[in-house]
């Protein structure tokens, strides 16, 4: 008797709406799903691949013969994106081009800029990048 019972609770279990038992609500996509999503767009040479905001991801990719900004929203749908959106990667990227190595904790901080520490030389300093790419030293 105590089996049959096991085995009703086990089946209304499975049948009931909801979350089964050890599933998980819907995770955000990960950067190599997110890279492949992008491939299968039809594009190459998939760069600067980050999480931006509400789990979007941004990159920049090689379609049709040129270089393109790409989106890819919260349900894997693929677009072409806007290169004013700065991502951790582009933002790491502009400080190192702004001479910065050994860049940490980038975070990113009011108006969506981003904001971290670099060292420059033999000097260590706390630096900014707005959305246009533009570093400032603090």
Same mark, same amino acid.
């Given at each position: ?40 767009? *039809? %594009?190459?040479? $998939? #760069?600067? @691949?980050?999480? =931006?905001?509400?789990?979007? +991801?941004? !990159?920049?990719?090689q &379609? /049709? ?33 702004? *001479? %910065?190595?050994n $860049? #940490?904790? @980038?975070?990113? =901080?009011?108006?969506?800029? +981003?904001? !971290?520490?670099?060292? &420059? /030389? ?17």
């Amino acid at each position: 008797m105590e089996k049959a019972a096991g085995i009703i609770v086990l089946l209304l279990g499975l049948t009931s709406p909801g979350l089964a038992w050890g599933q998980t609500p819907k995770q955000p996509l990960t950067e190599p799903q997110a890279r492949s999503l992008v491939m299968d767009w *039809g %594009c190459t040479n $998939v #760069s600067r @691949l980050s999480m =931006g905001q509400s789990g979007r +991801w941004f !990159g920049e990719c090689q &379609k /049709g013969g040129k270089a393109i900004d790409v989106m890819i929203d919260e349900q894997g749908k693929v677009s072409e994106g806007t290169p004013s959106h700065i991502t951790a990667a582009s933002a790491r990227a502009a400080l190192m081009s702004y *001479g %910065c190595n050994n $860049v #940490s904790a @980038l975070t990113r =901080g009011p108006n969506d800029t +981003w904001q !971290g520490r670099c060292q &420059k /030389g033999s000097n260590t300093m706390d630096v900014a990048v707005d959305q246009q790419g533009n570093v400032v030293s603090k």
